[in-house]
């Protein structure tokens, strides 16, 4: 229990917690004190002189920064008498002796706290006459950040955010005195994932985000609360929108998820919604090619296809995919709609590149996000988090560096964290059980002895395709072994696969997650079982498995094989390019529900701008869909479907849009208990050892993708890395290889030529080529490997 202290604020005494910053001391208890450079999330500095208030010492009165300085019992503070609004105006006039007075122009202009506090607590007017100083104006510091240096006021806010929280320190003050400026180093750009977040704390419009740019004023915006969409810890955001057209996302401040900080991806990751290309009509192939219908046509058609299959072959002979990067209550229609309306065992939200679907939903101690703060020990083997889970990276980042925690880190290559590792374990793709096996026969005792602690939180997943899903739940079972007090975080890619699952988009769950005893068919048996025959459609809605599946070919054999292909989606992508039927669905802020992230925690998502054209919600197409089979599921709503939820899972009980929109608006955990649901335990099994050659292939996903969202988003696109093969230095001269080399490299299920680009990150012997870029998902997830430079 925290200890209390008292503390007298403008005559009004407060009890206030020991060591508690007095800004802060003053902030909860309903005192105001001005600030530019403070920050709560960051270690204060006191740059900016604005928080200065007065404070009775044994020598007397004393001007001291609130920010800086920690209460302490007796403590008595003025924060509103002459002196201190003297000093407030002095700290103001010479922030803005050389602040360019452009508010009209400035994205900042309306929601600016410089703006703000020169109106509350300025002088009202300046003794400073001389020019301004003037700069060249916007440096482009990165593509999605410009800086306006003469609005700067040296605050510190954007380097120590990148210094302190993201590991990312490329953005820095150089020159001295009056010549002090911030700016990047000399062709290194700001290159970093999290860059907008420095856009959102800067206090003057120093720092301005590129796709925002004189779009709107915040006066104008309409703004609603929900979750991101592209991470599975589901960061809190607002969306900004205008004229039904969504401008920004913001991060919102929730202590239990990501401390109001975003990736660019999530701040950036909007603009497909707006895309020409957008689906807004449906779709119906007439002699090879789609011709636009009206609903009511595209449901008839539709309804008599699968009624057809179903009276000739019955349900079964139907498979259904998709789900995970919908809300809870599509996923749950969704499941609804195969399970009872087609009559249909084979559903999945998966695409064969994730955990079992009893480990991702149901394995018992799972660990909360928060749970990372208070670990002894945080093991970290699975994705780079920096690279496919950003918020969950900055958590354990923050952690390992602010917070002291022991950090074991175990991948094939290097990862964001490893500068803040404490234990960083290396081994060839494929290698991974055989590692395994070594650490549970104390060959690595430094690990062991890491292990061998009270606390200890293990973030597991795929580290690489070359190791197969089954390795992350053995390292689940053999950290449990060695401490009693583990806490396990599974990772899957897709945002929502944890909500999905819960509703039933597994062949081995029900909805509620409820054991089902005779599973169907998973994504990948699906595809098999369509090109064999065995199943005849495929209804798809929100996937794209030849894009995501590590080997597509069975995607794209078992799609050409099938009879008949429904798809429900924003754009035509590689999978519905032959579909028989496609039906545009709504995007996210243009539709309501609830998600569930990687910890469980459910949390709501709302909608600020209507869907373009005719497109629909998932749910309401299925439900219609249903009507025209002529057995209709009776939804009228996402709050409606959202209450039979709470109804019908146990873990789900009483979660309601309600409480969530007014109770509890950091979102509800559902348990992992008995019940009517179940508890899997994670059990060592086996897998691949590393294999002989020369080279191994590791394959692994990026932030910044090629999948069809972010190919739509015109900020990120560019992003992309495309089709590279990253290889160690000191293996390019036997390969005769340079950075910008064509390379062919070949696997056992195909061949693919990329750019080479000399990376000592990837160790010798390894070839890193990021799942998710053109050409990649050709070479299929063999890890032996051959290179060769073509020019």
């Known amino acids: 229990m925290t200890d209390l202290v008292h503390v007298t604020i403008n005559g009004t005494q407060h009890e206030v917690p020991a060591g508690e910053l007095l800004i802060k001391a003053a902030q909860d ?100 006459v001389e020019i301004k100083r003037h700069y060249e104006k916007p440096i482009p510091i990165s593509d999605l950040v410009l800086l306006d240096r ?25 020159d001295r005195g009056n010549a002090t400026e911030v700016n990047t180093f000399p062709e290194l750009p700001f290159s970093s994932y999290f860059s907008g977040n420095t856009v959102q ?19 104008d915006l309409q703004k609603v609360e929900s979750s991101g969409m592209f991470d599975t810890a589901h960061p809190r955001l607002e969306i900004h929108a205008s004229q039904n057209e969504i401008l920004r996302y913001t991060g919102v401040d929730n202590d239990a998820t990501n401390h109001g900080w975003l990736s660019d991806k999530d701040r950036f990751g909007f603009e497909y919604l707006r895309a020409p290309d957008r689906l807004t009509k449906p779709l119906v192939r007439r002699d090879g090619e789609f011709v636009e219908v009206e609903w009511p046509e595209a449901l008839d058609i539709a309804a008599g296809r699968l009624e057809l299959i179903i009276d000739e072959d019955g349900g079964s002979a139907i498979g259904v995919i998709g789900g995970a990067n919908g809300t809870n209550e599509d996923a749950y229609a969704l499941s609804r709609f195969a399970r009872d309306v087609i009559g249909t065992p084979h559903v999945d939200s998966r695409m064969d590149d994730a955990l079992a679907s009893h480990f991702l939903a149901a394995t018992v101690d799972r660990a909360l996000i928060s749970d990372i703060d208070e670990a002894d020990t945080i093991v970290v083997w699975g994705p780079d988090l920096k690279e496919e889970h950003p918020t969950l990276y900055l958590r354990v980042r923050r952690a390992a560096q602010e917070l002291g925690k022991t950090l074991v880190v175990v991948h094939p290559r290097a990862t964001g964290l490893d500068d803040r590792a404490t234990i960083k374990a290396t081994y060839r793709p494929g290698g991974g059980f055989e590692l395994l096996d070594e650490i549970a026969e104390g060959d690595h005792p ?133 579909a028989d039927l496609i039906l545009p669905a709504s995007g996210f802020g243009e539709k309501e529900g ?33 009507r025209h089979m002529g057995k209709g599921m009776g939804f009228s709503s996402s709050e409606t479907i959202a209450k039979q939820i709470s109804e019908t899972a146990p873990a789900y009980s009483g979660v309601t849009h309600d409480l969530l929109e007014w109770d509890e608006r950091d979102g509800v955990v559902v348990p992992i208990d008995g019940g009517q649901s179940f508890d899997h335990i994670p059990v ?61 490299v070949t696997t056992g299920h195909g061949t693919g030529e990329f750019t080479a680009v000399l990376d000592p990150d990837t160790p010798s012997g390894v070839v890193f080529i990021p799942f998710d870029q053109p050409g990649a998902r050709s070479l299929g997830t063999d890890p032996v490997v051959r290179l060769k430079v073509v020019n």
């Open 594 to 626: 609830t998600v569930t992230n990687v910890e469980g925690r459910v949390q709501k998502v709302n909608v600020v701008r209507p869907s373009p054209g005719a497109a629909r919600d998932d749910w309401e197409i299925l439900e219609d869909l249903s």
């Open 446 to 578: 430094e690990i062991s002895e890491a292990l061998s602690v009270d606390k200890v939180v293990a973030i597991v997943g795929i580290a690489s395709h070359a190791d197969g899903p089954q390795l992350a739940e053995s390292v689940a079972a053999l950290v449990r072994q060695k401490s009693s007090g583990t806490k396990i975080l599974p990772l899957n890619g897709r945002a929502n696969t944890f909500g999905a699952l819960d509703m039933g988009l597994a062949p081995d769950l029900g909805p509620g997650r409820l054991n089902i005893e005779s599973p169907g068919m998973s994504t990948a048996e699906m595809m098999e079982a369509l090109d064999s025959g065995e199943l005849r459609a495929l209804v798809m809605v929100g996937a794209d498995p030849i894009g995501n599946i590590p080997d597509p070919r069975s995607a794209i054999n078992g799609l050409d094989a099938a009879e008949y292909v429904i798809s429900i989606d924003l754009f035509v992508n590689e999978s519905n390019l032959n």
């Open 201 to 219: 704390i800067c206090p003057v419009g120093a720092l301005t985000a590129k796709p925002y740019r004189f779009r709107a004023r915040p006066w």
């Open 29 to 128: 208890n309903g005192t105001y004190i001005p600030r530019f450079c403070w920050h709560e999330r960051m270690n204060p500095v006191g740059m900016c002189r604005m928080c200065l208030v007065e404070i009775e010492t044994p020598r007397g009165p004393m001007m001291v920064t609130a920010c800086t300085n920690p209460v302490s019992d007796g403590m008595v503070v003025d924060t509103e008498n002459a002196e201190v609004k003297k000093a407030q105006e002095a700290i103001l006039e010479f922030l803005l002796a050389n602040h360019p007075l452009d508010c009209p122009v400035c994205d900042k202009g309306g929601e600016c706290p410089l703006q703000d506090q020169a109106m509350a607590y300025g002088p009202g007017e300046s003794r400073f």
């Open 150 to 174: 003469e609005r700067c006021i040296l605050c510190a806010r954007c380097t120590r955010f990148s210094d302190e929280i993201s590991g990312d320190p490329l953005i820095e003050f150089k």
């Open 684 to 744: 060592a099994l086996e897998g691949p050892k590393a294999p002989g050659a020369q080279f191994t292939l590791h394959s692994a996903r990026v932030l910044y993708d090629d999948g069809v969202r972010v190919r739509h988003c015109a900020s990120l696109a560019p992003l992309a890395r495309g089709p590279v093969v990253q290889v160690n230095p000191q293996d390019a001269p036997g390969l005769g290889a340079q950075d910008g080399s064509s390379v062919k």
